[in-house]
C-alpha cells in the first residue's frame, strides 16, 4: 500500500498533541522539581521576615536615647548584651541603653533603629555614637518582602533557582508538579555500533540516540537509553516490549522509511495503532507516531538520519513533553531575522537550513548544506531557517522566520 498524500507540519503536530494529556500530579522535594511547572498556586504561610530584624552589623537602640548624636557630640550608652542571628537572648532594649546586634538577628522590643558599627567605636561595655539614625534605619520589618497568605506563585510557574529558593524561604520542603515523562529512547539499525567500539566496513556509531536523549533530558524528562536494536522485527517488538513498563513516551529513529530494511514500520504498522506517513517538510519527510502496549504509550517513530530526527525531535516530541508537563508554550517562539545569503528551496516542502542567528545585527546566516545527514553542520547551528511550502528561492537581505534552537523556552531547557 502505497503511503498517502504528505501532510503538514500544523497537522502533523495537532495530530500529536491531541493524543497527548498533562501528566499526573505529585509532590516532588523541591530540587526535583527544579525545571518543572508548579502544578497548583502557592500562598505564602509565614511571612518574609518573619521578624523585625538588623540589616546591618551595629548597635539596637531608641531612637529617643540617639536623637541628637553628633561626631561633636556624641552619645555614650551601656551596652546591655550582644544579639547574633539564632542566638537571641535578649529580647527587650530598656531604654537608656544598646545591644550590640548583628545581620539578621532579631531586633528586641523598644528598639527602633540600628546604629552601624561605622557610626561608633564600637565599644563592649560602653558606646560612643556619633552619629544620629532615623527612625526604622537599618531594621528590616517583619513581612516587608512577603506576608502570610499572598499567593507567591501562580500554577504553571516554571519552577527555576530563584522561585526553589523562595519555597525553601517559606518552609516548603515538597511542591506539587506534574512529574518528569519517562522517555525511552532506541536506535534501530544493524549497521549500528556504540561509540568507543571498533568499526566495520559498513558500520557506523550510533549519535542518534545519544542526540534524542541530550534533546529529551533538555527538555526536563527523565531518560533511558537502550542499546541499539538490529533490523529484525520480532528483536525491536521485544525491546520495545521490555521497556514499556518504564516508559510515558518511546522515540526511535530510523526503520521508517521505504525501504526493504525499514524495522519499525514492519514492526508495528500490523498493530494499527502507529500513523506513518510523510510531513511536507525537509528534512524529516518519513514520520510516524500513535501509541503501544496495554498503557497506549505515544510512540514518536523519528527518521533515522541525525539532522532529520533532531529537527523531528523539536517540532514534534519537545511540545508533546511540556504539555505532558504543564509547561507553556509547548514550542519554541519563532523570530525574524534578515538572510546574509540568497537559499533556495524544493517546491512543495517547509525547508528547515541549519543557521547561526545573530540577534544583536538581526541576521541569520545559512550552515553547512541541506543534506540530513550532515551532523557536523547541525553541531555548528543555533537556529533553523524555516522556508515555507510555496517559496522557492530568497534572495539576501529577506526577511525569514527562524527557529532558534537554544532559546527561547523556560523549563528543563
Known amino acids: 500500500m502505497p503511503d498517502p498524500q504528505p501532510i503538514t507540519v500544523e497537522e502533523h503536530l495537532d495530530r500529536v498533541l491531541a493524543a497527548i494529556e498533562p501528566l499526573a500530579v505529585s509532590t516532588q522535594p523541591l530540587l526535583d522539581a527544579l525545571?518543572?511547572?508548579a502544578a497548583e498556586p502557592v500562598t505564602a504561610g509565614v511571612s518574609l521576615p518573619g521578624f523585625d530584624n538588623?540589616?546591618?552589623?551595629?548597635y539596637a537602640v531608641r531612637l529617643a536615647d540617639?536623637?541628637?548624636?553628633?561626631s561633636d557630640a556624641p552619645v555614650h550608652l551601656p551596652v546591655v548584651g550582644a544579639i547574633g542571628a539564632g542566638a537571641a537572648d535578649l529580647r527587650?532594649?530598656?531604654e537608656g541603653t544598646a545591644a550590640k546586634i548583628m545581620t539578621g538577628a532579631p531586633v528586641p522590643a523598644g528598639a527602633d533603629a540600628v546604629v552601624p558599627y561605622e557610626w561608633t567605636?564600637?565599644?563592649a561595655e560602653h558606646v560612643r555614637i556619633d552619629r544620629a539614625p532615623t527612625e526604622g534605619q537599618h531594621v528590616r520589618r517583619a513581612g516587608e518582602d512577603v506576608t502570610a497568605g499572598d499567593l507567591v506563585l501562580e500554577a504553571g510557574t516554571v519552577l527555576g533557582p530563584r522561585q526553589l529558593g523562595l519555597?525553601?524561604?517559606?518552609g516548603h520542603a515538597r511542591v506539587a508538579v506534574r512529574h518528569r515523562p519517562r522517555v525511552v529512547v532506541l536506535s534501530t539499525g544493524s549497521e549500528l555500533r556504540e561509540p568507543g567500539q571498533p568499526l566495520g566496513h559498513d558500520s557506523i556509531h550510533d549519535g542518534n540516540s545519544f542526540l534524542l536523549a541530550a534533546a529529551a533530558r533538555r527538555a526536563g524528562a527523565a531518560v533511558y537509553r537502550v542499546g541499539i536494536v538490529p533490523d529484525q522485527p520480532e528483536a525491536f517488538l521485544a525491546a520495545l516490549e521490555e521497556q514499556l513498563v518504564r516508559a510515558d513516551v518511546v522515540v526511535t529513529s530510523g526503520g521508517v522509511s521505504m525501504g526493504d530494511y525499514d524495522v519499525v514500520k514492519a514492526a508495528l504498522r500490523p498493530l494499527g495503532t502507529v500513523w506513518f506517513g510523510p510531513v511536507a517538510m525537509q528534512p524529516g519527510k518519513p514520520q510516524g507516531f500513535g501509541h503501544v502496549g496495554p498503557g497506549r504509550v505515544p510512540i514518536f517513530t523519528l527518521p533515522g538520519n541525525p539532522v532529520s530526527a533532531y529537527l523531528s525531535f523539536e517540532l514534534f516530541v519537545l511540545p508533546a513533553l511540556r504539555k505532558m508537563m504543564g509547561l507553556t508554550p509547548w514550542s519554541r517562539p519563532q523570530v525574524t531575522a534578515r538572510l546574509t545569503h540568497a537559499i533556495t528551496s524544493p517546491p512543495g516542502r517547509r525547508q528547515l537550513l541549519r543557521a547561526h542567528l545573530d540577534v544583536a545585527e538581526g541576521t541569520v546566516s545559512p550552515v553547512g548544506g541541506p543534506g540530513s545527514h550532515l551532523v557536523g553542520g547541525l553541531?555548528?547551528?543555533d537556529a533553523v531557517v524555516v522556508v515555507p511550502e510555496d517559496v522557492t528561492a530568497l534572495d539576501a537581505g529577506a526577511t525569514v522566520?527562524?527557529?532558534p534552537l537554544d532559546t527561547g523556552l523556560d523549563g528543563g531547557l
Open 121 to 123: 567605636d564600637r565599644g
Open 66 to 70: 540617639v536623637v541628637s548624636a553628633t
Open 167 to 170: 519555597l525553601a524561604s517559606l
Open 92 to 94: 527587650d532594649l530598656p
Open 54 to 58: 538588623s540589616a546591618m552589623d551595629g
Open 379 to 381: 553541531a555548528d547551528a
Open 401 to 403: 522566520s527562524v527557529l
Open 35 to 37: 525545571g518543572l511547572a
